[in-house]
């Protein structure tokens, strides 16, 4: 399986960015993919994550700011960020799990500055 993730970038603070990722290579259908990002200095943490099913997860500092999404036919997710902070600053990684399997994209920097 792999993952490929795109649309980091450098954003101004308030801003938006959307990131994708698309899964290819052989997918249990049942499965949870999303989003978790490591920032300067920390540990990697949940963004947010949404099941083959639609249930939909993220991390307590989101708080109503991003959006997961999936288009099913393509195994490719989204990340739609809005009031984006530079305490945001990280990079994210996209990740895809099943059964005893988890893989991980190889991660798109996201900047938030001024």
């Known amino acids: 399986v792999q993952l490929q993730a795109s649309g980091g970038g450098l954003v101004q603070p308030g801003g938006s960015l959307t990131l994708s990722c698309a899964a290819s290579?052989?997918?249990?259908?049942?499965?949870?993919m999303g989003w978790y990002r490591q920032g300067p200095g920390n540990q990697r943490e949940l963004v947010a994550t949404?099941?083959?099913?639609?249930?939909?997860t993220y991390g307590d500092f989101v708080k109503g700011r991003f959006t997961i999404s999936r288009e099913y036919a393509k195994n490719t997710v989204y990340l739609q960020m809005n009031d984006l902070k530079p305490e945001d600053t990280a990079v994210y990684y996209c990740?895809?799990?099943?059964?005893?399997?988890?893989?991980w994209g190889q991660g798109t920097l996201v900047t938030v500055s001024s």
């Open positions: 949404v099941t083959s099913g639609g249930t939909t």
């Open positions: 990740n895809i799990r099943y059964t005893r399997y988890n893989f």
């Open positions: 290579g052989k997918i249990f259908r049942i499965n949870v």
